[in-house]
């Protein structure tokens, strides 16, 4: 997995596996974009595994913009992470859109 | 090997282990539900880690006995003989399949084949992964599951979207999924599971079906599974609530969170309980660990070097006029001790684990000898140091092997003698002192002695006219080539059995001794140290080199003035009490140069019945012994068994007194190929 950080404009860009392997780096990475004034802008158009780990972590992502009021917005999102929610009975459209 | 594989394959040993187990008592009450759900549990883990650390035939395999036992389960089918002896084979060759030994397809598809047999007609087996087809439709019904995964799920290597999976993949299913308990990023763990999970089925196949898809999360998860159309759950508080709130649900006026809370307040008392329960079921899921022999055995290595360490510096401290010091070395030795103690009980283990596979061996060397016998034992927890358990398997088999083949009586014999039919073999195990005695008892026919001395005299061990006690007949049978069977069975072999039994024990630092009253059977018992790690030993001298000869290999110690021993050391041979026994200078026999004093010190050694005499310059006294391995290039040398380190740092030899004894009679490689037959 890659992770590109853009801090300033509080982007976390996944690339490759988003498993329980990489969620505790992307967390990292997701707290620090929510430290930022802009919130967090996710891009999971490059996972190419998710797994349920990784799909607590975008909800969680979803809560935090909540309780903060700041912004979460993923801007793109790939097949895989797509089937993860899915698989675990999510509806993706409800944790990936506001 | 990758570390997976090897924990699968560890644990997939032990699952059969059990398996057989509960097949051998399944036969006994075909009707044991929990026995059933025993073999169903072992068959559907094999099977499902076969899968997913890619033994694919191990899979393919265990599914097709696993849809017999489906059956059995589902009460279809009654467990008989001939479906425990099959699955038993089937055992055997999983065993195989794990261990990735060469196999015989042909004999894998028959046996496959018989499997199906057993099958009602028509009726086929998926692939695994896919459950098994249902034979007998069950009826159609509504299931609510409540999946809760504990925190450590994910940890665990548990996926729960392939059981969501699973489970949508027997019947019409709903998928409520709820992460209401996950909390914002700057607290959450991202590797402890906060989701859970509701689950709506509509399925034909049965709650077991159900319960066998979060088989492997049994212990990581809490789950509640009720048949919606079934009576109410007194756990889940009142039936027109639960209606209520599941008819709001489907309507959608209401969110599933403010279902679950809803529930979860009527429960909430119900919900201390479970937070107990799982609380204790966390407990215990770390109350055990699972870790290579080889770390705990240098964890033994370096706690041995410790007790070097701290023998040397005990010396010093009580050498030394510092009181500081010397209660400085006093508290290390007292925590060394019971460092010591902790790290040898690490590698202790129950010996019930290897009792249970001899039921197995009972079972089909009675069935093949046309016998009736059972296993029954006792001390089954009784802990042996597992380098001593993994040396103890060869013998026992030889022992109830030979029970068995010359022993029990067949079943028209032991009923005209008023016995029942079927023989019974006890393994005992019990603590006595630091020793453990494990006893194999028969109520066969105990040993012949007419028989036994007609056949020494035969094989010229002993002259014909010679008187023997009963016990010295009995002893005959551990004489090398001794055999008393009329004629050669593939069941108890070529009589090498019980010498190299006893070879084997002894060479363990273990004795064996027998009892046998004839007509009504015999016992045999070996006691064995606790440990192999640390034995007793007597430190000796030659010249400046210092050897260690265990204790239990020591009778006697005897003194030879300068004459005696030159004589001796000439004919091989030494004057022990009345009689003659075999002489070897060790100071020879190790080529270290130098003078013998000129009164030389013997040690009287008992080798399988036979006494040797080992002549050196001094014996020096009692020696805990830490026994640290050879190194590869050291193995092969002859009479050495290992080392140790002494308190002033020196290395001594520790002697083994058997591979001497061999190596003098140049029996070693005689017997080694006969012990392989």
Same mark, same amino acid.
């Given at each position: !997995?890659?992770?590109?950080? &853009?801090? *300033?404009? #509080? /982007?976390?860009?996944?690339? $490759?596996?988003? %498993?329980?392997?990489?969620? +505790?780096?992307?967390?990292?990475? !997701?707290?620090?974009?929510? &430290?930022? *004034?802009? #919130? /967090?802008?996710?891009?999971? $158009?490059?996972? %190419?595994?998710?797994?349920? +780990? ?45 | ?677």
């Amino acid at each position: !997995m890659t992770t590109e950080t &853009d801090l *300033p404009a #509080g /982007l976390v860009k996944a690339v $490759g596996s988003f %498993t329980i392997y990489e969620t +505790a780096a992307l967390r990292e990475a !997701m707290v620090s974009a929510f &430290d930022g *004034p802009e #919130g /967090l802008i996710l891009d999971l $158009g490059g996972v %190419t595994e998710c797994d349920a +780990a990784g799909v607590q972590l975008i909800c969680s992502a979803r809560l935090t913009a909540r309780k903060t009021g700041k912004t979460f917005h993923v801007q793109a999102v790939s097949n895989a992470v797509v089937q993860a929610m899915e698989g675990v009975g999510l509806d993706p459209f409800d944790i990936l859109n506001p | 090997m990758d570390n997976h594989k090897m924990v699968y394959r560890e644990e997939a040993f032990e699952l059969l282990v059990d398996l057989e187990t509960a097949l051998l008592e399944l036969e006994e009450t075909p009707e044991d539900e929990e026995l059933i759900g025993r073999v169903f549990r072992s068959l559907h883990t094999i099977k499902g880690s076969g899968a997913m650390f890619g033994y694919e035939d191990v899979a393919a395999f265990t599914h097709e006995i696993e849809a017999v036992y489906e059956q059995v389960r589902d009460g279809r089918l009654t467990v008989a003989r001939d479906l425990v002896s099959l699955s038993l084979s089937a055992c055997d060759l999983i065993r195989k399949m794990v261990a990735e030994e060469d196999l015989d397809t042909t004999h894998a598809a028959e046996m496959m084949g018989r499997f199906r047999e057993f099958l009602p007609e028509g009726a086929a087996t998926d692939r695994p992964g896919d459950a098994a087809a249902p034979f007998t439709p069950l009826r159609t019904r509504t299931y609510r599951i409540r999946f809760h995964p504990h925190p450590g799920l994910f940890a665990a290597g548990a996926n729960p979207a392939l059981i969501i999976d699973e489970i949508r993949g027997l019947g019409d299913c709903e998928v409520v999924a709820h992460f209401q308990d996950v909390p914002p990023l700057d607290e959450l763990d991202p590797e402890a599971c906060r989701l859970s999970w509701d689950l709506i089925l509509q399925t034909d196949r049965g709650e077991n079906a159900i319960r066998d898809a979060f088989i492997f999360v049994a212990d990581t998860s809490d789950l509640e599974i009720q048949a919606m159309d079934a009576g109410p759950n007194p756990k889940d508080g009142p039936t027109d609530f639960r209606r209520i709130g599941e008819i709001l649900l489907e309507r959608g006026d209401i969110t599933p969170e403010a279902l679950d809370d809803a529930l979860s307040e009527q429960a909430r008392e119900l919900a201390v309980d479970r937070r107990a329960e799982r609380r204790i079921s966390e407990i215990g899921v770390v109350s055990s660990i699972r870790v290579p022999a080889d770390k705990l055995d240098t964890l033994v290595n370096l706690v041995g070097e410790l007790v070097t360490v701290q023998a040397n510096l005990s010396r010093k401290g009580g050498m030394s006029d510092d009181p500081e010091l010397l209660a400085i070395s006093e508290e290390v030795e007292r925590l060394i001790t019971s460092l010591r103690e902790n790290a040898m009980s690490l590698r202790m283990l129950p010996i019930g684990s290897t009792f249970q596979k001899f039921r197995r061996l009972v079972r089909d060397l009675a069935e093949e000898l046309g016998k009736e016998a059972a296993m029954t034992t006792s001390g089954a927890d009784t802990e042996l140091d597992k380098t001593v358990i993994d040396q103890l398997n060869d013998p026992l088999v030889h022992i109830i092997r030979n029970e068995i083949d010359h022993g029990i009586e067949p079943p028209h014999v032991r009923e005209a003698l008023g016995k029942p039919r079927q023989g019974t073999i006890h393994l005992s195990a019990a603590h006595s002192g630091a020793k453990v005695l494990i006893r194999i008892s028969g109520d066969g026919a105990g040993l012949d002695t007419d028989a036994i001395r007609a056949r020494a005299i035969e094989r010229n061990l002993i002259p014909p006219d010679m008187e023997l006690e009963e016990d010295e007949l009995h002893n005959l049978i551990f004489s090398p080539g001794f055999s008393t069977a009329k004629r050669v069975t593939d069941v108890s072999g070529r009589g090498v059995g019980m010498d190299v039994v006893k070879r084997r024990i002894e060479a363990l630092h273990g004795k064996v001794e027998i009892e046998s009253r004839r007509g009504q059977g015999a016992a045999i018992t070996l006691s064995l140290p606790l440990t192999l790690a640390i034995i007793d030993g007597l430190l000796v001298r030659i010249g400046t080199t210092h050897f260690v000869l265990p204790l239990s290999a020591v009778e006697e110690c005897l003194e030879l003035n300068r004459e005696e021993a030159n004589q001796s050391r000439d004919r091989g041979m030494m004057r022990y009490r009345d009689r003659m026994i075999i002489y070897l200078g060790l100071r020879e026999f190790f080529g270290i140069d130098g003078e013998p004093p000129a009164i030389e010190r013997v040690v009287v050694s008992d080798i399988g019945g036979e006494k040797i005499g080992f002549g050196l310059d001094q014996v020096i006294g009692h020696h805990q012994t830490v026994i640290k391995p050879l190194g590869r290039i050291y193995r092969d040398i002859q009479g050495v068994s290992g080392a140790t380190i002494l308190g002033d740092g020196s290395v001594s030899l520790i002697l083994d007194v058997h591979q001497i004894f061999q190596s003098m009679e140049g029996q070693g490689g005689k017997e080694d190929s006969a012990e392989k037959h």
